[in-house]
């Protein structure tokens, strides 16, 4: 098969690594007349922008998202990209899967979420070491993986500005909850929020929990979000959520909280006593 990747980053370079080994041909950075597979792994706020510069190459491939985020509009991105591409079946390839343990061979699980068509694309990338869950919840799937990296900052501030076990246990939980919460107002499966797409994930060291500690121990936030130069998906997420507030049927506290802890505004401390004041 042969299968275009746009973004052939950290990411996009280890899962084209893989592919190739399973016998693909990977075309890196463009889309040829006859690829049939199209596999997106750039910054989520890019996703919607590199797919339309592609649109005269795009016909029928079916395309795979695996950027965490949401559309830079504050949608979802099934929404944005079925209207863009109504010819294309469009799925979402996450779960919690570091990209340099992809590389090395260590056992990795990835949920793939769409509609038809997505046995035969399990079929084409599983292998030994990287399993494939299937789904049809394309919301729920979506919704984990953009705010699992913002959680995640938040459980890095708490390791880095040195609380227990017992309070990072207590967020990871309070985290899963909200997420969940703003997914099913969305549409989504509740049972999907306690697989690999959102818990599992989560549960992972990234490097969105890696800023949160930077933060937590003291580092001015936005000079290091300035320093950094990968994606800083889980701001991204940040961001769109709080755009997306209207139209979201439930609470969206936590993520404020977040927000305001995040840049400086309460400290760690301030705002783990306010979520636990949500209980």
Do not use: W
Request: aromatic share 8%; proline share 2%.
């Amino acid at each position: 098969m042969k299968i275009s990747i746009l973004g052939y980053g950290t990411f996009g370079g280890a899962l084209g690594s893989h592919l190739v080994l399973k016998g693909h041909k990977i075309i890196k950075e463009k889309i040829e007349v006859d690829t049939e597979v199209v596999i997106v792994a750039v910054p989520s706020y890019a996703v919607t922008d590199v797919l339309i510069a592609h649109k005269d190459e795009i016909n029928t491939q079916k395309i795979i998202i695996c950027s965490k985020g949401f559309d830079k509009s504050g949608d979802l991105f099934s929404n944005i990209l079925e209207k863009e591409f109504p010819n294309n079946q469009i799925y979402f390839l996450y779960g919690p899967t570091l990209a340099d343990e992809l590389e090395s061979g260590v056992l990795s699980v990835f949920v793939l979420a769409g509609g038809e068509g997505r046995e035969k694309l399990k079929k084409e990338i599983e292998s030994e070491k990287i399993r494939i869950v299937l789904s049809s919840d394309v919301i729920g799937v979506q919704v984990s993986a953009a705010l699992k990296n913002t959680v995640g900052i938040f459980l890095g501030i708490i390791e880095g500005a040195g609380m227990g076990q017992n309070t990072q246990g207590f967020i990871y939980s309070m985290g899963l909850q909200q997420i969940r919460n703003i997914g099913v107002s969305l549409g989504a499966n509740p049972d999907t929020f306690l697989g690999f797409a959102c818990a599992g994930d989560l549960f992972v060291k990234s490097r969105s929990r890696n800023i949160g500690v930077e933060i937590g121990r003291g580092k001015d936030p936005k000079k290091l979000l300035d320093e950094i130069t990968f994606p800083k998906e889980g701001i991204n997420s940040l961001e769109n959520i709080l755009k997306m507030e209207s139209r979201i049927k439930t609470d969206i506290f936590f993520f404020k909280i977040i927000n305001s802890v995040i840049f400086g505004e309460l400290t760690a401390e301030d705002g783990v006593r306010k979520i636990a004041e949500m209980i």
